[in-house]
């Protein structure tokens, strides 16, 4: 069957207004000449990088970031221009792409950075240095500061090295009322004093999107957001508390309208079965789009404006909808299973929370073949 559908199988309509709008927002949040970086890797959480990017520079953002080379090489390839931040664990082929893209890397051990000049020495560029501590992540960085000032002096004495900033990362700045933030941020705050003192003219950076929001004494010269750029709120309530306007809406449509009778089941497993005569319709979009597995029997698609339960198992290609006994729901009717439609809405929060994780796995895991709708 053939029809004009006023929608995709799996769709994902992308507002870019909104991605501007909100890094407007984050910016306006800026205190002390604080710039904002807008954090655009794993394909902008999964709404398309290069144009997020671009709308989150029209609101203002003075920087991006990424977390790998091939990230902030396909922005250059796009055309996209200012500082670029690659914030991951770089080898050295990889710390090459990250030079040959003109941006910045992240350093913590001087043997490292030796490399990195020689690179850069080849290309007769300095190359531009971040030196991360670890301030209580335990992640990335050095969690010694001694070594941290170690290698920013190494950064800013070689001749092939421009040192440009200090950074460290939250561990808990989604948790108010939590002790490490606090902590993490008086042995930041520590550093950068003397780290200032040592290099004038370095830039410090530390917080995420909830430490934007959370805390203005995070600031520092500029904040690295992700999550709440793309209206996703970082402490995983409602985005429209903090001002922020979710980005995405997930869309499929009514493929097929079948009707029940009591027993008959939807999907693999028979793990829904009705138990009474009701209408069924069937979404073309599964876990290959990323509609994940563990939504069966438990998530809702809008469908004329109404919130309507999936039933059964999720399948690769396919979801089940309960229509109800009656139903004026048709074939081609557009399904939104993330965002709004009439008077309902269902925020990846939600989803989130019924699958147990947070709202930024919802929508990074969002598979390349649901195509992105700029809008
Ligand atoms: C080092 C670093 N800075 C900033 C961010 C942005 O964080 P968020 O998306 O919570 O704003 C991330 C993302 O995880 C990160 O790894």
């Known amino acids: 069957m053939v029809l004009t559908q006023p929608a995709e199988r799996a769709l994902a309509r992308v507002n870019l207004g909104a991605v501007e709008r909100n890094s407007a927002r984050l910016r306006a949040e800026l205190t002390g000449g604080s710039e904002l970086c807008a954090v655009v890797k ?44 690659v914030q991951g664990a770089l080898t050295l082929d990889e710390a090459e ?55 920013a002096d190494m950064a800013a004495a070689d001749a092939d090295l421009e040192l440009v900033g200090v950074m460290t990362h939250f561990a808990t700045a989604d948790e108010p009322g939590d002790e490490h933030f606090p902590l993490q941020l008086e042995r930041f705050t520590a550093f950068v004093g003397d780290a200032r003192e040592r290099h004038p003219g370095v830039i410090a950076h530390a917080a995420n999107s909830a430490a934007t929001l959370r805390e203005p004494a995070a600031h520092f010269d500029l904040v690295r957001c992700g999550v709440a750029l793309y209206g996703l709120d970082p402490f995983q309530g409602d985005p429209a508390e903090r001002d922020l306007e979710p980005a995405l809406t997930l869309e499929s449509y009514v493929g097929a309208v079948k009707r029940f009778e009591p027993g008959q089941s939807a999907g693999y497993g028979r793990t829904w079965r009705a138990d009474a005569p009701t209408w069924v319709g069937v979404l073309p979009i599964g876990y290959g789009d990323g509609w994940r597995r563990a939504l069966s029997n438990n998530a809702e698609a809008l469908i004329g404006g109404a919130r309507r339960p999936l039933v059964g198992t999720v399948s690769m290609d396919n979801v089940a909808v309960d229509l109800g006994r009656e139903t004026d729901v048709a074939v081609g009717d557009r399904a939104v299973l993330v965002g709004a439609q009439g008077d309902e809405r269902i925020l990846c929060e939600e989803v989130a929370r019924r699958l147990g994780t947070i709202n930024y796995e919802v929508t990074c895991g969002l598979a390349p073949r649901v195509r992105r709708r700029y809008e």
């Open 42 to 85: 794993a394909e902008g959480y999964g709404h398309g990088a290069v144009e997020c990017a671009r709308a989150a520079q029209a609101g203002g953002a003075a920087w991006l970031a990424t977390a790998t080379a091939a990230e902030a090489a396909e922005l250059r390839a796009h055309g996209l221009v200012g500082p670029i931040l």
């Open 97 to 151: 792409s990250a030079l040959d893209a003109e941006a910045d890397v992240v350093a913590w051990r001087e043997e490292f950075l030796r490399r990195v000049a020689e690179l850069a020495a080849r290309r007769g560029r300095p190359a531009r240095v971040h030196v991360k501590l670890d301030t209580g992540m335990g992640r990335l960085g050095t969690a010694d500061a001694a070594e941290a000032h170690r290698v």
